[in-house]
T-cell receptor, first 114, second 115 residues
Framework: EPEVTQTPSHQVTQMGQEVILRCVPI?????FYWYRQILGQKVEFLVS????????KSEIFDDQFSVERPDGSNFTLKIRSTKLEDSAMYFC????????????FGQGTRLTVV | AQSVAQPEDQVNVAEGNPLTVKCTYS??????LFWYVQYPNRGLQFLLK????DNLVKGSYGFEAEFNKSQTSFHLKKPSALVSDSALYFC?????????????WGAGTKLIIKP
């Protein structure tokens, strides 16, 4: 069964450093997403991406964040200068369509900023 | 504003008994409702969804959920629980009137099935 894969599973980085989280969405999906879950809190939407551009983003997704689909298979989330409060589980997801269509999620990348 | 509430942090059920995990929502317009399950060290796995039509929807692993528009609820149910159902369950909602893209999530309910 096709699945969304994320690498790495765990990333530790120093405050102020740049990190790139990687995802390979399901191959025939057109819509891509990043969500995050800070420990003990709800899952939060960060950004959606379609046709090589951001279709929607939340207030969390400020100038420190960027997304890219560099080669037609990978989908990346970059955090330019990490802060302690960026420590969270980051989930990538993809879907065939939007609206009433379910998204399929990767296993997550646990980012720890020290 | 859209929101999802899962009023129980944890639900304990004996194996073989029926289980219910509660979810209520608040959106403008018609909701699209989803249940996801998360096993330890795994991602969020889609279980089932309600779009329109029959209020009782069936999904993976014998789970079902009942949409109740008047109570704005979408409770997850299973007639006979298995120990392997023990996991974290998330309810999520999307409304085309608010956003075609983002899911709004509940806080999650830990389901513990005891042998």
């Amino acid at each position: 069964e096709p699945e969304v894969t994320q690498t790495p599973s765990h990333q530790v980085t120093q405050m102020g450093q740049e990190v790139i989280l990687r995802c390979v969405p399901i191959s025939n999906h057109l819509y891509f997403y990043w969500y995050r879950q800070i420990l003990g809190q709800k899952v939060e939407f960060l950004v959606s991406f379609y046709n090589n551009e951001i279709s929607e983003k939340s207030e969390i997704f400020d100038d420190q964040f960027s997304v890219e689909r560099p080669d037609g298979s990978n989908f990346t989330l970059k955090i330019r200068s990490t802060k302690l409060e960026d420590s969270a589980m980051y989930f990538c997801a993809s879907s065939e369509r939007v609206g009433n269509t379910e998204a399929f999620f990767g296993q997550g990348t646990r980012l720890t900023v020290v | 504003a859209q929101s999802v509430a899962q009023p129980e942090d944890q639900v304990n059920v004996a194996e073989g008994n029926p289980l219910t995990v509660k979810c209520t929502y608040s959106v403008s317009g018609n909701p699209y409702l989803f249940w996801y399950v998360q096993y330890p060290n795994r991602g969020l796995q889609f279980l089932l969804k309600y779009i329109t039509g029959d209020n009782l929807v069936k999904g993976s692993y014998g789970f079902e959920a009942e949409f109740n528009k008047s109570q704005t609820s979408f409770h997850l149910k299973k007639p006979s629980a298995l120990v392997s159902d023990s996991a974290l369950y998330f309810c999520a909602v999307r409304s085309a009137r608010d956003s075609n893209y983002q899911l709004i999530w509940g806080a999650g309910t830990k389901l513990i099935i005891k042998p």
